[in-house]
């Protein structure tokens, strides 16, 4: 189905007010339709921008609070999950800067895979995430990037193009390393925490808005 800002808000605003007080933030929100520079990335059909005194917390780990209020109002409602990727949270254009980093990150990772011949693992990152590795460096002929791991360990490798596929590195005794530069080599390359079992390959207001919780 087709999402509007008219059609989505009193059914965010039956949920969200509320979750936003009980929790204690001082947020506020307000639906737009957003202009995507990048849609073959993420192309929504609504984005939920967020501000107020608390929107560093929401940013904070890599926007996991932000994506966590993200799909906890999924559910509540009631989207189904292929109807997820339309509605996108956002604050102070988190979704557009990362989209950059990731991108600028998977170039220099790229760099250093032709220099040394040596594949290399990305940390964990979310199937938005991984989409745009994927996507930037579609056209190389000299390497491949493909995802690997499962759940919540799922990861991008880039790999050189005449070299098999890698295992996914063992997890942390303490469980996966928060989304975020690579797995072992000097490069930190700052990359996700956001598509196929080979995946790959906001702006200014137009509705209204809705002020969440004070």
């Keep these: 189905m087709k999402y509007t800002v008219d059609s989505l808000r009193p059914k965010l605003d039956c949920f969200l007010p509320s979750l936003l007080e009980h929790a204690g933030f001082e947020l506020s929100y307000q639906l737009q339709a957003p202009e995507n520079p990048h849609p073959e990335v993420e192309n929504p059909e609504v984005t939920v921008q967020f501000s107020?005194?608390?929107?560093?917390?929401l940013l904070a780990n890599r926007a996991e609070l932000l994506l966590a209020l993200e799909h906890l109002s999924m559910e509540a409602m009631?989207?189904?999950?292929?109807?997820?990727?339309?509605?996108?949270?956002?604050?102070?254009?988190y979704r557009l800067l990362r989209i950059e980093e990731l991108r600028m990150s998977a170039l220099a990772a790229a760099d250093k895979v032709k220099r040394?011949?040596?594949?290399?693992?990305?940390?964990?990152?979310?199937?938005?995430?991984r989409r745009v590795i994927h996507l930037a460096l579609r056209e190389e002929k000299e390497l491949r990037s493909e995802s690997v791991?499962?759940?919540?360990?799922?990861?991008?490798?880039?790999?050189?193009?005449?070299?098999?596929?890698p295992p996914a590195p063992p997890s942390s005794p303490r469980g996966p390393r928060p989304s975020g530069g690579a797995r072992g080599g000097p490069a930190r390359h700052g990359s996700g925490n956001r598509p196929p079992r080979h995946?790959?390959?906001?702006?200014p207001p137009r509705g209204g808005g809705h002020s969440g919780n004070r």
Excluded at 78 to 93: G, K, R, V
Excluded at 118 to 126: A, D
Excluded at 149 to 165: E, F, K, N, Q
């Design 78 to 93: 009631h989207l189904p999950p292929e109807d997820h990727s339309l509605i996108s949270f956002d604050a102070n254009d």
């Design 52 to 57: 107020g005194s608390d929107v560093e917390l």
């Design 116 to 129: 040394t011949h040596v594949p290399f693992h990305f940390n964990p990152m979310t199937s938005r995430e």
């Design 199 to 203: 995946e790959g390959g906001n702006r």
């Design 149 to 165: 791991g499962v759940g919540p360990t799922r990861a991008v490798v880039i790999v050189p193009a005449d070299m098999p596929t």
